[in-house]
Structure formats: structure tokens, C-alpha cells
């Protein structure tokens, strides 16, 4: 068993300083993002790393109006899954775009979101 050259820590470590990173297959080719443990499509373990443009369009997104206690005074904001252009798909939360113009297909560029020492997966205008 080797390890896998990206885990969720560096993951987010790179996402940090703005690089969003997927993980490629080596077997069948399937991508995936977040690293995951195992490859969905073949259950091999065998990822290399793979640079992502963090460029993508809007999927699907929900509209939260009444958030869990430690985001309670950021709502209402919106979380939304976003198709990279490399074809995989990304949950984030959407940033500096006003909720009334959000709608499926619409351009976004990823961007880290850092408060404290943590960094959490947020989509901004393309
Ligand atoms: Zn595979």
C-alpha cells in the first residue's frame, strides 16, 4: 500500500494558496475531487495528482436562509455544485455574487475561503 500523493490535507493546504487539485486515475482515468480513498469507477487505488483550472459553471445550488449556529450571521448565502471544466464536479460556497442572479450554468472561478486555519472550498465570479 503506497500512499496516495494527495490527501484531503494537502488538498486544502494547496486550495489555500488558490490551487484547486484533483486526483486522475491511473487506471481508468476517472477524475475526482476532493482525493478520495479509492476510485469510484474501478476501486483501484492508484491517483496522481492532476492541476485543475478552477474553472467551471454552476450545476445546482441552494439558497441557505437559516444556517448552522457557527455560520448563523453569514446567511443567507449559497452553496452550490459546480462542474469544473475538466468534468468533475465541486461542492462549494458562492462568494461576492448577488443571490438573485444566480442560475444553473452560470460562469464561476473557484476561490479559497480562509478564516483562521481553515480553508473551506468558495466559488466567485469567472
Ligand atoms: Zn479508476
Redesign the pocket.
Known amino acids: 500500500m503506497t500512499e496516495p500523493l494527495i490527501t484531503l490535507k494537502n488538498f486544502f493546504e494547496r486550495a489555500r494558496d488558490g490551487a484547486l487539485t484533483g486526483v486522475r486515475?491511473?487506471?481508468?482515468?476517472?477524475l475526482a475531487i476532493p482525493p478520495k480513498e479509492f476510485?469510484?469507477?474501478?476501486?483501484?487505488r492508484?491517483w496522481e495528482p492532476v492541476a485543475l483550472s478552477g474553472q467551471g459553471t454552476i450545476a445546482s445550488y441552494t439558497i441557505i436562509r437559516v444556517a448552522p449556529a457557527r455560520h448563523a450571521a453569514e446567511a443567507p448565502y449559497a452553496v452550490a455544485v459546480v462542474k469544473l471544466k475538466e468534468g468533475v464536479s465541486l461542492l462549494g460556497r458562492i462568494v461576492d455574487m448577488p443571490l438573485d442572479k444566480l442560475q444553473v450554468g452560470l460562469p464561476v472561478k473557484f476561490r479559497p475561503l480562509v478564516s483562521k486555519d481553515q480553508t473551506t472550498v468558495g466559488f466567485g465570479p469567472a
Not at 486515475?25 to 476517472?30: L, V
Not at 476510485?39 to 483501484?44: A, D, G, V
Open positions: 486515475c491511473g487506471k481508468c482515468g476517472a476510485c469510484e469507477s474501478c476501486h483501484q492508484a
